[in-house]
């Protein structure tokens, strides 16, 4: 009797991905569950244990004491540890791809560039100064959720805005002017954003609001100012399209002013 060929290399391929993804899902067992090649089989404990409640199982025995905290657009760059020293001074994006909002318009503002509100900029966004998001996670880690207790959710968000009125805000303080270009990302022109805080509040949370922020406003522009010659204006645009129609919208468009 012949042995049959081994199957082709791609379909080997293919079994051994699945075989991979099937143990990375698979729920932690208790130890009295014995594991086989082709499947968990719980042994007898007193009671029979079914595979889908050995994760259960674990977990309760674990108890794992976890917190999640979604975060809002971070603009800034020190934090009062990082100004104490200009080498610790963090990275600042002002490209149309990964720069955040407030810190393009900021060093839009410092280097003459009219500040690109995309679409009617009626986009709703929440936002935070880099201070706070390092004094959330510290209020988080020192008051984790009891043992047992469910993921506690809290948002690391001062408050929210429109980016229109962000634009009108940062050139009414330096004088800059606002252009609209289309946008390149694939949204509503328009969105209302409802996002609660109170949890990092009654923590002891003193978020800086943007109303308030002209200091950090211009501590901001200082440090673009500084390192403008460093500043790539053709980086500006964004060029990541989210999809064919929003490239040819932007391409047919007037385009973006660079000052």
Avoid at 156 to 166: G, K, M, P, S
Wanted: overall charge positive; proline content about 7%; glycine content about 6%.
């Amino acid at each position: 009797m012949t042995t049959p060929p081994p199957p082709p290399p791609r379909r080997r391929q293919r079994r051994r991905r699945a075989l991979l993804r099937r143990r990375a899902t698979a729920a932690p067992l208790p130890r009295h569950c014995r594991v086989t090649a082709a499947r968990a089989t719980p042994q007898r404990c007193g009671r029979t244990v079914a595979p889908a409640a050995a994760g259960a199982a674990a977990a309760a025995r674990t108890s794992p004491r976890a917190c999640r905290a979604p975060q809002g657009i971070v603009w800034g760059t020190n934090t009062p540890l990082t100004a104490s020293d200009e080498r610790l001074c963090n990275r600042f994006d002002y490209d149309g791809e990964y720069g955040t909002v407030l810190n393009r318009f900021l060093m839009q503002a410092a280097s003459g560039i009219p500040l690109t509100v995309y679409g009617t900029g009626g986009q709703t966004r929440a936002f935070i100064h880099i201070s706070d998001t390092c004094r959330c996670i510290e209020l988080a880690v020192a008051n984790p959720p009891k043992k047992g207790e469910r993921v506690e959710i809290l948002n690391q968000v001062a408050e929210t805005a429109r980016v229109r009125d962000i634009a009108e805000m940062v050139a009414k303080l330096f004088g800059a002017e606002v252009q609209q270009v289309a946008n390149p990302r694939q949204e509503d022109a328009e969105n209302e954003l409802v996002v609660a805080n109170q949890k990092f509040k009654l923590l002891g949370l003193e978020p800086i609001l943007l109303e308030s922020a002209d200091g950090l406003f211009k501590e901001v522009t200082e440090i673009a100012q500084k390192y403008l010659h460093r500043i790539d204006k053709s980086k500006v645009a964004s060029i990541a399209y989210w999809n064919s129609k929003r490239k040819e919208e932007v391409e047919s468009s007037a385009g973006t002013k660079l000052g």
